[in-house]
């Protein structure tokens, strides 16, 4: 889990939005999570390695 944060804005449709928010709630999972997990399986398809994941990543070979 990361231990800083940082704010990203982006535009979209109010439609969307709320189709978007009503999913989430469904699943029982915030915006902010989903999207989170949408960020980090967009990096790890594109092989981009970032600072929490290397964190992680040195965890698990050292045990």
Known sequence: MEKKTARLT???DPQKKR??????ALQDLT???VVRQLI??????H???YG????EDEKSSST
């Open 10 to 12: 982006l535009l979209i």
């Open 19 to 24: 189709a978007f928010e009503e999913l989430c």
């Open 31 to 33: 915006p902010s999570q």
């Open 40 to 45: 980090r399986d967009y990096l790890h398809k």
């Open 47 to 49: 092989g981009v390695e």
């Open 52 to 55: 929490s994941q290397l964190q």
